[in-house]
């Protein structure tokens, strides 16, 4: 409406105008010549058509300018609007901007934070992308690895390995995983490739993951020791509990024969050998039934120092005067849970042993102390339970063993002394004797710098010892 305001304004001013006009040509008409009437009707009509006509011209131009006005000021509204979309657009871009700059941080993150050794690989077999445990495993920086070719990088190769996954993976477009052993220094370890592909479905290149299975594969190797030991263990003590039969039955018949005899010494004699031989059996039987865990134990609270300060004496008189012994008994009392014929059952085999492994003399130390069983400890040993414990290390310098053979060691039979000499059972009964104490045992050895056991007692709280004193 208000754009028709100056059109109505110079139609009523040219309305006016022209009655203006009219009135002054009825007015001024009177006393006038026609000529004179005809001039100024003329003058009048002419000054009132043109005064009209100018506010009509100038109401049509003000008219233009407000329509024109009108158009100018939507415009302004429509660029504000486009403006204001504008800066809520860069806004919005700017979050997401922020948003995938974040998410990128998150991904190197969680990449650099895996443990495993992750590159990813294009088709060529260049590393694009490396983690900072591959990069902290190689030794090398992030950058030094990317663009480099992985059979180089991770085997010193020119090219692909024989029975690489990756290799693999290109051909069949799916996961491949295997266990490879020639890795620069892990020695056991799961390398696994899975494909990546590209919008289109083209296959683009590979992630590359090696997962270092040293630790597990020695955990796999002590529970097969385990129950290796268990089964060999329960067989040895089931055989020796029937023939522990046997044998009592003989060594009765034998002392009756000795006695229904007592005046032949040819049978004295005979029977004499048929006892000795079988007490002998005897003992083998009755070290079997410590590996198969069949002994009967009578646990008291025992202070451990005292066990081997006891045995001090019996020791030196085993391993004779060529090795020098050493007790180190701790200051503070070492209460286990034992049965003390068979503490010092394990250490009288383990001094024997030490003594057989050092013919040229030596020194053997026999230390008890206390140790604790933390989350770490248990971690990098491979075994324990959390706690206090006691340990006693039996420590030679001797002959030490290879690692064939000490993976053996607990084996029942298992001897590399000679016939006659080793029986093979002494340290399978220690394993019992400690598996049944709820301990542990531990060795530590290298050809030709000697040998050390370790066995961990749980401790318990100070209890009065029971008859300990010899
Ligand atoms: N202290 C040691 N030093 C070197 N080798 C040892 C030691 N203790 C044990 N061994 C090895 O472990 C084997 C098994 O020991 P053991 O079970 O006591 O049987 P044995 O003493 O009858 O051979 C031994 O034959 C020896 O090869
Ligand atoms: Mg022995």
Same mark, same amino acid.
């Given at each position: ?14 309305? $006016? ?5 009219? %009135? ?17 009707? &003329? ?26 006005? *009108? !158009? ?9 609007? =486009?403006?204001?979309?504008? /800066?809520? &657009? ?7 901007? *922020?948003?995938? =700059?974040? %998410?990128?941080?998150?991904? =190197? ?34 950058? &030094? ?39 620069? $220094? ?15 479905? &083209? ?11 040293? /630790?597990? !594969? ?22 020796? #509990? ?14 009756? %024969? ?5 005046? +032949?010494?040819?049978?004295?004699? %005979? ?49 004779? *005067? ?17 049965? *003390? ?18 013919? +040229? ?10 140790? /604790? ?7 990098? #040993? ?13 420590? +030679?310098?001797?002959?030490?063993? +290879? /690692? ?32 049944? #104490? !709820? ?32």
């Amino acid at each position: 409406m208000n754009k028709y305001r100056p059109l109505i304004f110079s139609f009523l001013v040219f309305i $006016t105008a022209a009655s203006a006009g009219f %009135l002054c040509i009825k007015h001024c008409i009177g006393g006038h010549t026609a000529e004179e009437r005809q001039a100024l009707t &003329e003058i009048i009509a002419v000054s009132c058509g043109f005064t009209g006509l100018i506010a009509l011209a100038l109401s049509v131009l003000t008219h233009f300018s407000l329509i024109k006005c *009108e !158009k100018l000021k939507a415009h302004a509204k429509e660029l504000s609007e =486009a403006n204001r979309k504008l /800066e809520e &657009e860069i806004i919005q871009r700017k979050a997401a901007e *922020e948003r995938s =700059a974040n %998410l990128a941080q998150e991904w =190197a993150r969680t990449f650099d934070s895996i443990p495993d050794l992750i590159s990813i690989h294009s088709n060529d077999f260049r590393i694009i992308r490396a983690n900072q445990a591959l990069a902290d495993f190689l030794g090398l920086k992030k950058e &030094e690895i990317t663009g480099r070719f992985c059979y180089e990088v991770f085997h010193g190769a020119e090219g692909p390995i024989a029975g690489c996954p990756n290799v693999r993976t290109m051909e069949t477009k799916k996961p491949v995983t295997v266990e490879l052993c020639n890795l620069k $220094t892990v020695c056991h370890s799961m390398v696994s490739t899975s494909p990546i592909f590209n919008k289109q479905h &083209e296959l683009i290149g590979a992630v590359h993951i090696v997962k270092d299975t040293s /630790e597990l !594969k020695k955990l796999e190797g002590q529970l097969r020791h385990a129950q290796k030991m268990e089964a060999v263990g329960q067989l040895a003590g089931g055989v020796a #509990h029937d023939f522990n039969n046997v044998l009592s039955a003989i060594t009765n018949y034998g002392y009756l %024969l000795k006695d229904l005899s007592p005046g +032949d010494p040819g049978h004295k004699d %005979l029977t004499g050998k048929i006892l000795s031989l079988a007490e002998k059996a005897s003992h083998t039987t009755q070290g079997l039934l410590a590996c198969g865990r069949k002994q009967l134990f009578e646990l008291k609270p025992l202070n451990l120092n005292r066990t081997i300060k006891n045995i001090e004496q019996m020791l030196c008189n085993l391993i004779g *005067e060529e090795i020098k012994l050493l007790v180190l008994p701790e200051e503070a009392e070492l209460m286990i849970m034992a049965d *003390e014929n068979h503490i010092e059952q394990c250490i009288i085999n383990l001094a024997a042993n030490a003594r057989d492994a050092m013919p +040229d003399g030596g020194e053997l130390i026999i230390k008890a102390e206390t140790a /604790e069983m933390d989350a770490y400890f248990i971690n990098s #040993h491979g075994f324990g339970v959390q706690g206090a414990y006691a340990l006693m290390t039996v420590a +030679d310098t001797g002959s030490g063993m +290879d /690692e064939k053979t000490r993976q053996k060691i607990f084996e029942p039979f298992f001897t590399t002394k000679e016939v006659g000499k080793g029986t093979g059972l002494g340290l399978s009964i220690i394993y019992g004797i400690v598996k049944q #104490h !709820k301990g542990y045992i531990d060795v530590y050895t290298r050809p030709g710098h000697g040998t050390s056991f370790k066995l961990y007692f749980p401790l318990i709280k100070k209890t009065k010892e029971v008859g300990s004193e010899k």
